[in-house]
């Protein structure tokens, strides 16, 4: 129990639960002692309002976010309580902010947070409505709240400089764990491989996530801070796990193929499938070591792994004889070799959190890292570029505005208790998407009915106010930090909290809590509705747009690998740029089915097709890992004339998919005949059929590695030929039903 406590407490959605406490309770506590709770609570406001715009970032980014949301925060508050008695031109107004507010999204995830503080300060302006000075202090105390909660996060954040960057890394190494776990699972005879492959896509979208939250924070810091010694471990550890993962999705074998073959041989693959067991745990082992700040001992020692596969081989070689046993040796040793890769990768997590760090291992991390993150920059084409039905973001804006409107008007016609408890109903529940707002609206009332019924029995038998402020901060932390992780418990807590509040400060607790559920599952209604009715982000509408960029992604990443494979040399910025963009591109596309998966059937439109053309750009992905990983570790021969013609066949296949899905009327040229292509692909096995005619040469490790190479090449590219081919069919076929 203690163990899991301590769990929850290290982890970064804990921690910033507990900044934005600290943040609110302290004025509370702090002017409450002088008589002056109003203004206490209206600076815990200001606190709360800026909270949400606190995302990973560089130091810099963070306090330039923070004190954006900070001003936004404290100027739409004072500007509601000017223009509202005049309610000619109120409603007007209001509509107009709430738009351009929610406008600011299109300028990516911190303006989007930035965004949803602003929203939350005008529907809360409504619980409080002054005039003349005092809503000038008003504002100036919610302005103070802000730049209280900037202290208590910079005080954070130079307490425990590196925490932050370590608990992302730890959940990295977890994830990257989890995945090689489900590679593992492959390897197991009758394996279901649709849910292993689906499980992994799920994981894929949080690995992206995961990455992008690391990026911004270490390639911001270390191109506005300089690079210390630390920086350069955690941004070295990073680039050993995507490279971890680019190796654990390579080995892109045809199972079903390998269990057929070494059917009378179960011992190799059982072996090699430990071996993949042992990475895992190794990784999940390191994840733990570095949350807990312990020093690494590892259980598995992966050396005698690979020697235990080794061996394998050995016996399975002898076994049939070197002949019969070529072709099985050669896919074996190249699985042994993928295997070799991940270890050395893990040894060098193992020396950066050990202490005992290869200087060569920092030679290159820092070439042009500026390149893998997005620029952060604020065109006013951008927003201008938006306002069009064709923009997600501005559809949801009006049907916000709309909404918030509505709620407003029924607030004030119908005898509700809080209005602004409508309001912040909508803004914290209504998404873009259809199936988070519909599950959010869920999970708001249920919480909010749970968590009204617990604290009102509490306060049935409690009537100690120092108990239940006990009790209200403890809530506090609870929801704030089960928000990102937990809606639903969320919103339990967050009411408890609200409730205790108002059990301390009014004796008619019981209509509270009607009221609050009433309000509640009017705005949660709303929400519902606005997004269902006005102008639906439906996701069908946009998977064509992710299915492009996915296969656009893969095949930049094919490109970049021809031309490291023509020209060998060191492997580029562009060719790690295009495996990044294809990782992430594979993960939205996952992310935008899940989504469509959420929305009612009757908009599931042609949904196996969808996951079967996301399963093949998975499938495409791997491939083409396979084939960078193979040549970035190997001293590869020339690429034949045959290599490049399959490849350019690829790319044009996976050009005519990428034109059906724009939708494009334009004539492409024209794929080589089955006939021509049936031709290279023989010219390709012939240059091994020859070799292996004469013989094994002198140089007999030379003569396998060649041998290897050319297996190796010839299938994938027979492979990458048959999935273009299916991508193509697949996307004709979505498109004309």
Not at 73 to 82: E, H, Y
């Amino acid at each position: 129990m203690i163990h899991k406590i301590q769990k929850f407490t290290d982890t970064t959605y804990f921690t910033n639960a507990l900044k934005v406490t600290i943040a609110t309770v302290i004025p509370v506590m702090l002017f409450s002692f002088f008589g002056k709770f109003e203004a206490g609570f209206t600076i815990a406001l200001g606190a709360f309002f800026t909270y949400p715009s606190d995302i990973p970032s560089s130091l810099k980014h963070k306090v330039n976010g923070i004190l954006v949301a900070t001003i936004l925060v404290a100027s739409v508050n004072l500007l509601v309580n000017i223009i509202y008695p005049y309610s000619w031109i109120f409603y007007p107004f209001l509509a107009l902010l709430v738009f351009l507010t929610s406008m600011l999204s299109v300028y990516g995830q911190r303006a989007t947070m930035v965004s949803f503080s602003s929203l939350i300060s005008i529907s809360l302006t409504f619980s409080d409505i002054n005039t003349g000075w005092a809503m000038v202090q008003h504002s100036g105390l919610i302005l103070a709240g802000g730049l209280f909660y900037l202290v208590v996060s910079l005080t954070f954040h130079y307490i425990r400089p590196h925490r932050y960057i370590e608990l992302q890394i730890a959940e990295c190494i977890k994830l990257t764990a989890k995945y090689l776990k489900l590679r593992g699972d492959l390897w197991t005879i009758d394996a279901d491989k649709k849910a292993i492959i689906e499980k992994q896509l799920n994981l894929q979208v949080e690995l992206n996530t995961i990455h992008q939250n690391i990026r911004e924070v270490l390639i911001n810091s270390h191109i506005s801070a300089g690079s210390s010694n630390q920086n350069r471990k955690m941004l070295l550890v990073f680039i050993a796990m995507v490279e971890i993962l680019e190796v654990a999705l390579s080995t892109s074998f045809d199972h079903d193929k390998l269990h057929r073959k070494f059917d009378n041989h179960p011992r190799v693959l059982l072996t090699y499938q430990n071996l993949a067991y042992n990475l895992a745990t190794s990784l999940k082992q390191l994840s733990e070591s570095v949350k807990k700040r312990t020093n690494y001992i590892p259980k598995h020692t992966l050396l005698n792994d690979l020697n235990a596969l080794q061996l394998a081989i050995t016996d399975y070689e002898k076994d049939l004889g070197k002949n019969s046993a070529s072709e099985g040796v050669f896919m074996l040793t190249t699985m042994l070799e993928y295997a070799e890769k991940q270890v050395e990768k893990i040894k060098i997590v193992e020396r950066a959190f050990t202490s005992i760090v290869n200087l060569q291992d920092f030679t290159g991390i820092d070439t042009d890292l500026e390149k893998f993150l997005t620029p952060q920059y604020y065109p006013w084409r951008t927003l201008t570029e938006n306002l069009s039905f064709s923009s997600t973001i501005f559809r949801h804006s009006l049907r916000l505005t709309i909404a918030l409107l509505v709620g407003f008007i029924i607030g004030k016609i119908l005898p509700f208790h809080n209005v602004y408890w409508i309001l912040l109903t909508i803004i914290v529940i209504m998404r873009p998407g259809y199936g988070l707002t519909k599950q959010r609206s869920f999970h708001r009332i249920l919480g909010t009915v749970l968590g009204g019924l617990i604290a009102f029995g509490i306060l049935f038998f409690v009537k100690d106010n120092i108990i239940i402020s006990i009790l209200s901060i403890l809530c506090l932390l609870l929801g704030f930090s089960f928000t990102q992780t937990n809606y639903k418990v969320s919103a339990t807590f967050v009411t408890m909290y609200v409730v205790f509040i108002y059990g301390i400060v009014t004796p008619n607790i019981g209509d509270l809590v009607q009221f609050r559920i009433l309000d509640t599952i009017v705005g949660a209604g709303l929400a519902f509705l606005a997004n269902h009715f006005l102008w639906p982000s439906w996701e069908f509408l946009n998977m064509p747009m992710h299915l492009e960029k996915s296969i656009n992604a893969n095949q930049n990443y094919l490109k970049e690998i021809s031309i490291f494979y023509n020209k060998k040399g060191t492997v580029s910025t562009s060719y790690r740029l295009a495996r990044k963009n294809a990782f992430i591109e594979i993960g939205n596309l996952m992310a935008s089915f899940q989504r469509m998966a959420q929305e009612p059937k009757s908009k599931q439109k042609q949904l196996p097709k969808v996951y079967k053309l996301t399963v093949l750009n998975h499938s495409l992905l791997s491939s083409l890992a396979s084939l960078g990983t193979y040549i970035q570790s190997h001293k590869t021969t020339s690429a034949s004339e045959a290599f490049n013609v399959v490849v350019d066949t690829v790319i044009r296949n996976l050009d005519e998919a990428i034109a059906l899905l724009k939708e494009n009327d334009f004539k492409l040229k024209e794929n080589l005949p089955k006939e021509d292509l049936a031709l290279r692909f023989t010219e390709l096995k012939n240059i091994r059929a020859r070799e292996l005619k004469a013989g094994i040469p002198i140089d007999e490790k030379a003569f396998q590695l060649k041998m290897q190479e050319a297996q190796l090449v010839i299938e994938q590219l027979i492979w990458l030929t048959s999935l273009s081919e299916t991508i193509l069919k697949t996307t004709t076929a979505l498109k004309e039903s």
